[in-house]
């Protein structure tokens, strides 16, 4: 008498992968290209980080330039004035903006979900998405035809024999001056996220809160802001990561006016002493921290993330 026997666990799972492989090839082939961008141009340059450890000269090439160890990192281990400026511009503007830009998308999302008609949601939208796709050049300028010197608003305040008020240039409101920026910017494409994740909400939560005799006020308290919390803290966990980029462009195109002690980022530090200076040892060692403490900050708000029963960025 013979006894068959099924295949084994092993057998079992490779089967199973054989059968996904020939269900979704075209799929995995058609992401072939994308994956090929994404390595190419984002894990790639990574290898590029040595130069921190080295005395880089281009003329002379990664491989043959002399390596200096941590050399390059004395200007953060000794706290070199230009950088600590840099830094301390850096968290500051960070935290401005994650204080009052951050909130502006949710807010926005909240006033156009609101909205009945569908026709003037969509002209809202339509004029708040508009700014995004503006060049810095583009925004800088408009900032400086209205609030500038001979702006707008300060030749109407001398047409009406007023005190003019000196905004652009002057290093106390140019914090202020570059959030604004930023609100006005990039505020309305934000909302795009959020308005997603409130269109996943069942309407008929509202209805049961509205049975149960719930105002609108408690409405977007017990019904919205749940609905949409996980999307808030994992978009907040996205921009902490990014925390130490501040906008580069923006603030280069305007730290002429307001001087370099006031508007010095770490992102113009680098290019200042990297592309400007030639020192791209100095250059790429403060880059590479700066990435290094993005990763940290990412994954200890994803850790904060997971007591509050989110799921963050990955689960565990």
């Known amino acids: 008498m013979t006894s068959s026997r099924g295949p084994s666990p092993s057998e079992q799972r490779r089967g199973r992968r054989r059968g996904r492989w020939r269900r979704d090839r075209l799929l995995l082939l058609l992401g072939l290209p994308g994956l090929a961008v994404v390595v190419l141009f984002n894990y790639v340059p990574l290898l590029g980080n040595v ?51 951050f909130p502006v998308p949710i807010a926005l999302a909240l006033l156009l979900n609101s909205l009945v008609s569908e026709r003037i949601k969509r002209v809202v939208q339509s004029v708040l998405y508009l700014p995004h796709f503006m060049s810095w050049v583009v925004v800088v300028a408009i900032f400086q035809h209205m609030l500038g010197n001979a702006g707008l608003l300060n030749s109407w305040l001398r ?27 990039d505020a309305g494409w934000g909302t795009i996220i959020f308005l997603a994740a409130l269109s996943n909400i069942d309407v008929q939560l509202y209805e049961a809160a509205a049975v149960d005799g719930a105002s609108r006020l408690r409405q977007l308290w017990h019904v919205t802001l749940p609905g949409i919390r996980s999307v808030i803290f994992l ?61 940290m900050l990412v994954l200890g708000a994803n850790r904060l993330a997971h007591v509050f029963g989110e799921r963050g960025v990955y689960s565990r």
């Open 51 to 101: 130069i921190a450890f080295k005395d880089y000269v281009p003329y002379v090439g990664i491989l043959e330039s002399p390596w200096v160890g941590w050399q390059n990192f004395q200007v953060i281990f000794n706290g070199d004035p230009e950088f600590l400026t840099a830094l301390s511009n850096t968290l500051i503007i960070s935290l401005v903006q994650i204080a009052f830009v």
């Open 159 to 185: 047409s009406q024999e007023l005190v003019t008020l000196p905004i652009i240039g002057n290093p106390d409101l140019f914090i202020g001056l570059i959030t604004s920026q930023v609100i006005w910017k």
């Open 235 to 295: 978009m907040l966990i996205l921009k902490l990561g990014d925390v130490l980029t501040v906008g580069f462009e923006q603030i280069l195109l305007q730290q002429g006016p307001v001087g370099l002690h006031a508007s010095e980022v770490l992102d113009t530090y680098v290019y200042r002493n990297g592309v400007l200076s030639g020192d791209w040892g100095v250059a790429a060692a403060v880059g590479l921290v700066k990435g290094l403490v993005g990763v």
